[in-house]
């Protein structure tokens, strides 16, 4: 992928600074190189990507309308175990204690969801309803939660548009992300 003397980055700007890109500066830029030169290679259709990398899915459909790219970008639903925890290979670095602990990712998003269906529309209320379940969980530490529009990544003070709750939370040593788009 990056043969000897390689000196060319693909780069997102603007949606790459928050979240994940704040706390794992670099990521996206490897990110959105690899998936140019698999794009450039493969010329596809289309280009499936999970929502539980919710950051990640909105570089990317950034990227592909900034490029030109004729591939359409599908996001596909997050898949979950039956107690709600997002899947990912990173459940398995938790020991039995930590993997419960770690339900609290989707019952803080639950929780805020649900203010939200009963009409709560101010966005720090929202990331304190999230924060505070977390802060519930004695194994939990919180890296950061967010309450976004979905398409720009930007944090809202009042919630008007489709706005992406997401969250950083290490339980234990293992570092798990999760995210709810709310309609």
Request: hydrophobic fraction near 40%; charged fraction near 25%.
């Amino acid at each position: 992928m990056y043969p000897p003397g390689f000196q060319t980055w693909v780069t997102v700007e603007t949606l790459t600074a928050p979240l994940e890109g704040a706390v794992r500066p670099g990521h996206f830029r490897g990110v959105t190189t690899v998936v140019s030169k698999l794009f450039n290679a493969i010329q596809p259709e289309k280009a499936y990507f999970g929502q539980k990398d919710a950051q990640q899915a909105a570089v990317i459909r950034q990227m592909a309308r900034d490029l030109s790219y004729p591939t359409e970008i599908v996001i596909c639903p997050t898949i979950r175990e039956p107690d709600g925890l997002a899947m990912s290979s990173r459940n398995s670095y938790l020991n039995p204690e930590e993997r419960q602990a770690a339900t609290i990712l989707f019952r803080a998003l639950t929780t805020a969801e649900f203010a939200y269906k009963n009409g709560e529309r101010d966005a720090e209320k929202l990331r304190r309803i999230m924060r505070e379940a977390i802060e519930t969980e004695p194994l939990a530490r919180l890296q950061y939660v967010s309450c976004a529009d979905y398409d720009t990544l930007v944090e809202l003070e009042t919630v008007t548009s489709k706005p992406l709750l997401s969250m950083a939370v290490f339980i234990g040593k293992t570092r798990l992300i999760d995210n709810f788009v709310l309609v």
